[in-house]
């Protein structure tokens, strides 16, 4: 390339463009392709301005993938996490603006006023955002954070597998009666319970549900996931990645202290509420679901429910054990061979 020639020498000429207008059917934009013999496409205004590219692979996705979670006009769902403290306003404004399909306020301590009025401001300048309010784990956090005008509200203190939230501070509620009475304090508002944290199996899923939640939030289930943050590791011959979380010094330090009602980043003023860690490479995510999936289903099959809301409203829990416990886990026996669904430890 002579880099003293002018960029219109080798840019492809108008007339040879392949252009599509913006919301052109799928049909019409494939006939093009086929036509012309490309496999990308420019997406144009009316006035001719570039605003986007379809390619081959594109259409390909979306017959691979049937079941992503898209909005009208077929694009992603994105969501996005804010906290309640100051400088938050233009974050919200600026994810707003971009399009944020659902609004996450969060905080470790929903139950406060902070949390509260930025969730009532937040709803009085934008009254059909998709809100949820969290995290909280008592029947009164849960109204408190649907009174303020939330959409959704996420449930868990301390249940997560990095969060050492209960043992610091002494403060927290076991994950299943959180949910349950977060559901039951919300009965007939409309308002859906999110479980954060717990998740170890796909059984865990079901309980949740089970429970009266319509969706969980897991993180360390797809922390040592190809897709997952982190460089992979060898240790002892084995591949892991690191995995913090949100509590953590580290974590804090780079920017979540405020999640924790913690202003000072310096590491030794910090007050952590999780640990930095590391878990066995799993692979591929899309494995990870099809597993998580596939257990939930199998759940549905034996209890007898042909939907989530039906699991929801359905199923009963019965009391066991220690001895329980034990017995429903692998007994008298020594793994040799990992099963892709059950794995104990890290």
């Known amino acids: 390339t002579d880099l003293n020639q002018p960029v219109s020498v080798?840019?492809?000429?108008?007339?040879?463009?392949?252009?599509?207008?913006?919301?052109?059917?799928?049909?019409?934009?494939?006939?093009?392709?086929?036509?012309?013999?490309?496999?990308?496409?420019?997406?144009?205004?009316?006035?001719?301005?570039?605003?986007?590219?379809?390619?081959?692979?594109?259409?390909?996705?979306?017959?691979?993938?049937?079941?992503a979670c898209k909005d009208e006009q077929g694009r992603l769902r994105v969501g996005a996490a804010v906290g309640a403290g100051a400088g938050n306003e233009e974050r919200v404004d600026a994810l707003v603006a971009a399009g944020v399909d659902v609004l996450l306020i969060d905080s470790s301590h929903g139950h406060s006023e902070g949390v509260l009025q930025r969730i009532r401001e937040t709803r009085a300048k934008y009254p059909d955002l998709q809100i949820i309010g969290g995290n909280v784990?008592?029947?009164?956090?849960?109204?408190?954070?649907?009174?303020?005008?939330?959409?959704?509200?996420?449930?868990?203190?301390?249940?997560?597998?990095?969060?050492?939230?209960?043992?610091?501070?002494?403060?927290?509620?076991?994950?299943?009666?959180?949910?349950?009475?977060?559901?039951?304090?919300?009965?007939?508002?409309?308002?859906?319970?999110?479980?954060?944290?717990?998740?170890?199996?796909?059984?865990?899923?079901?309980?949740?549900?089970?429970?009266?939640?319509?969706?969980?939030?897991?993180?360390?289930?797809?922390?040592?996931?190809?897709?997952?943050?982190?460089?992979?590791?060898?240790?002892?011959?084995?591949?892991?990645?690191?995995?913090?979380?949100?509590?953590?010094?580290?974590?804090?330090?780079?920017?979540?202290?405020?999640?924790?009602?913690?202003?000072?980043?310096?590491a030794d003023k910090l007050v952590p509420e999780g640990i930095e860690g590391r878990v066995a490479y799993k692979g591929r995510l899309k494995e990870i679901i099809h597993q998580q999936m596939g257990g939930l289903r199998s759940c549905m099959g034996l209890t007898g429910c042909g939907t989530i809301d039906e699991l929801r409203t359905k199923a009963e829990f019965v009391r066991i054990s220690g001895a329980g416990i034990q017995e429903s886990h692998v007994h008298d026996v020594t793994i040799t061979k990992e099963s892709p669904n059950y794995r104990l430890g890290s």
């Open 137 to 266: 784990a008592t029947a009164a956090g849960a109204r408190a954070l649907a009174e303020a005008g939330c959409s959704a509200v996420k449930v868990g203190i301390g249940p997560g597998s990095i969060c050492t939230t209960r043992i610091v501070t002494g403060v927290g509620v076991p994950q299943i009666t959180a949910v349950a009475d977060a559901v039951e304090a919300l009965e007939g508002t409309g308002i859906p319970v999110i479980a954060d944290g717990g998740i170890r199996f796909s059984g865990d899923i079901a309980k949740a549900i089970a429970a009266g939640a319509s969706a969980v939030m897991v993180g360390s289930m797809l922390a040592g996931t190809e897709e997952s943050p982190g460089e992979i590791e060898l240790y002892q011959g084995r591949s892991y990645k690191s995995y913090r979380g949100m509590g953590s010094l580290g974590a804090m330090s780079k920017g979540s202290s405020d999640r924790y009602f913690q202003s000072d980043n310096a």
């Open 10 to 67: 080798y840019m492809t000429p108008k007339e040879r463009l392949v252009t599509v207008r913006e919301g052109e059917a799928r049909e019409v934009v494939l006939a093009k392709m086929h036509e012309k013999r490309v496999e990308k496409a420019l997406v144009v205004d009316d006035e001719f301005h570039l605003i986007g590219m379809i390619t081959v692979k594109d259409f390909q996705k979306a017959e691979r993938k049937p079941n």
